[in-house]
Each structure stands twice: as C-alpha cells, then as structure tokens.
C-alpha cells in the first residue's frame, strides 16, 4: 500500500511545480508588456516635449529679431526727429531775426494810406477800360436787327454721320461752304458753292484740307477764310488754321472754359464759336456760375479776349445756340428728340430781355441739332440735323419794333 502512494504523491508533486512555473512565465510576459509600453508612451511624451522646446526656442529667436527690428527703427526715429528738431530750432531763429528786420522797415501809415489809394485808382482804371470795351462794341457796329421768327426749313442733303457742322463763310464775297462731319476728325470738306454742295457729281470736286489737329465737338466757324475749331484732348485751346495752307496761324486758351460740354443734349461739344454781324464770338457753359451760358467776344485777328458776359441761359436740355447782332439765342429740346424751341435770350446792349419775349418754334420737324450757325449775310441758320444739312429762314426787325410788339 505505501509502495503504492509514494509514486502518486511525486506525480503530484510534479503537476504542482509545473503549474508554478507556468504561473510565473504568465507574470513575467505580462510585467514586461507593461514595462513596454510605459516606455513607449514616455518616448512619445519626451518627443512632445523636445518639439514643444523647438518651437518655443524658434518663437524667442523671431521675437527677438523682432524686437531687434523695432529698437532699430526707434534709433532712426530719434535720429531724424533729433534732426528735425534741429532744424526747426533753426528756422525758429531766423524767423525771429526777419520779424525783428521787418518790425523795423514797417512803413509809416500815411504811406499805406497812399499805397490803398493807388490800389483803388488801378482798379477804377481797370472797370474804366472793361466799360470802353463794351462801349466800344456797341458804337463800332450799327447792329439793331432782333430775331422775330424762324420761317421755313430746306432739307439741302444727306451726308457724314449723325453729328456734324457745315456752314458757309460768313465774309463778304464769299461763297464757300464747309463740311465737318464728326465729333473728332481732322479732314475739312471746301466746295465752292451752295450749289456745288448740293449736286451728286461734284464740278470742281470738294477740295479736302488735311488739318494739322483734330478737331473737338461741333462748334466750328471759318471767317475770313480761317477755320476756328476747338482742339482735340485739350480743356479750352482754339486754333485758328489758314485753310489756303491748312497750318495753325495763331490760337489761345479761353480761360474758365471746357470744363462741361456746352449744351447737355451735346455732350461732346464744349466750345461752340460763332459769327454775327459783330465778329467772333465763343460760347461755352461755366459750372461755377450754375452751368449758364457764358459768351465771349474774341478778336478774330489776334484770338484776344474783348469782353465776357454771364447769362442767365441755363446749358441744361439745350442743344445749340447762335447770335445775332450781339444777342443770344438758346435753343432747346428733350433728349429724344422734339420740336426745337427759343426758350430764352441774352442781349448784350441791354435792349431785349428774355422774359419780354415770347418761345419762338422751329418748323414742325421733330428732331434733333447737332449744330446750329448764323450766316448773317444770308440771314439763314445752317443746321445739322442727325446727318441731314438743313437750312432755316429766319426774319428780324429792328429792336425798337420787337419791344413795340
């Protein structure tokens, strides 16, 4: 029986240190897991740190450069602020010493007393000589003839584009007639006659001038065989050109004027000349003055200005305007087209008034005027008229009989 036991209790003996062992194999496997991954996650913490320290230490460095940069500029700042500083006590300095110099050269009062009396003289002499001016005008031209009706239309031809100027040179013996069609264009169009304008096959054909500047706008004239026209991308310059040469003889700046188109149903016109039986005039619109008309009567010789009148014309829904004896006359319409009218006048003697006198019509034509110019010689307007050269009769009377009426 105890043979029996003693190789059972080995057996166990054996199972037991067996199950030991295998217990403790378990235990280290799992101790070293932990270890593991303890040290993994505190590689990944002391690489975290080390970038944390990177980007930190990079922040400082960029700071500093930073604040290198501003103690640089402050260093300037206070070098030129020291200099300006300098400078100015300098010029404080010499300013003190000429306010001394000054305070001793002040004149006695009865010296400025003479200086403001010469002042006053020199500006009567000057309204004194504006005031001849204008009595000069008046008395030089025996011009008393006022604009009563507009009588009859003729459509005369169709040519050029929707804008343009033609008229005939107003100087006596002169039967020339002219054509500018377009708002920027340098080739003039001379015929000899009306006749000669209006026949198909033209005998002599149109002689062409080749200007040496384009022109701006529709307000041109030729007086005495010049052509007046405003200069192409330039404010208020008017040349005068020989057309027997086609060169520049003389031109000018008008001053105050091309600031806004003359006429708001013209925009592109900014100076409108014109002819009357007194000479040259200019026409053009003042935004100072509320956008009225303003006329200036220039010397056709030298371009000289003689004399300036403001208005009470307002530029706004006109489209074009001509004179007559030295007055004003206005005309308007609508954007779209319409019936002209002459809503209102100016005169420079004095004699008409605008209020005094009634809205005279055009012929029923319901259109528009790119361009309207007095002949005074043939008491006609020449009209263009959205590319149709038209002729208007116009009659006058003497003023006396316009106030009369």
Not at 208 to 225: A, R
Not at 383 to 396: C, F
Request: a negative charge; proline letters at 3%.
């Amino acid at each position: 029986m105890s043979g029996r036991v003693v190789p059972v209790i080995l057996l166990s003996l054996c199972l037991t240190v067996g199950s030991v062992q295998s217990q403790g194999s378990s235990q280290d496997a799992f101790i070293i897991q932990y270890l593991e991954r303890r040290l993994a996650q505190m590689e990944e913490r002391l690489n975290q740190c080390e970038q944390n320290t990177v980007s930190v230490t990079q922040k400082t460095y960029d700071l500093s450069s930073e604040m290198r940069g501003y103690l640089s500029s402050l260093s300037v700042l206070r070098s030129e602020v020291r200099s300006q500083v300098d400078s100015m006590s300098v010029r404080v300095d010499r300013m003190e010493r000429e306010l001394e110099y000054l305070e001793n050269k002040i004149p006695a009062q009865s010296d400025i007393e003479m200086e403001e009396a010469l002042l006053e003289q020199q500006i009567k002499a000057a309204e004194l000589d504006q005031l001849k001016k204008k009595a000069k005008i008046k008395v030089d031209k025996d011009c008393s003839s006022a604009l009563s009706q507009i009588k009859s239309l003729k459509i005369v031809k169709k040519t050029g584009d929707t804008y343009g100027s033609w008229f005939k040179d107003p100087s006596e013996g002169s039967a020339k007639v002219y054509l500018l069609s377009g708002i920027h264009n340098n080739t003039l169009l001379e015929y000899v006659s009306l006749q000669s304008f209006t026949e198909r096959t033209t005998t002599p054909p149109a002689k062409v001038v080749q200007l040496p500047f384009q022109w701006q706008g529709t307000g041109h004239v030729v007086y005495n065989g010049f052509l007046y026209y405003h200069k192409a991308d330039t404010p208020n310059q008017i040349l005068k050109v020989d057309l027997l040469n086609g060169t520049v003889v003389d031109s000018t700046l008008l001053p105050g004027a091309g600031r806004l188109p003359v006429y708001s149903l013209n925009p592109n016109t900014y100076l409108d000349l014109a002819v009357d039986e007194l000479g040259l005039w200019v026409i053009h619109a003042d935004p100072e003055y509320g956008g009225n008309l303003v006329i200036t009567k220039l010397d056709k010789g030298t371009l000289a200005v003689e004399y300036t009148w403001d208005t009470q014309c307002r530029s706004r829904d006109a489209e074009g305007a001509f004179l007559i004896c030295g007055t004003l006359y206005v005309v308007y319409n609508t954007r779209y087209g319409g019936r002209s009218t002459i809503q209102c006048l100016y005169d420079i003697h004095d004699t008409i008034h605008s209020n005094e006198s009634p809205v005279m019509f055009f012929p029923k034509r319901y259109t528009s005027h790119s361009s309207i110019h007095y002949h005074p010689g043939d008491k006609q307007l020449y009209a263009w008229d959205d590319g149709y050269q038209t002729i208007y009769k116009v009659e006058t009377r003497r003023n006396d009989q316009v106030n009369a009426e």
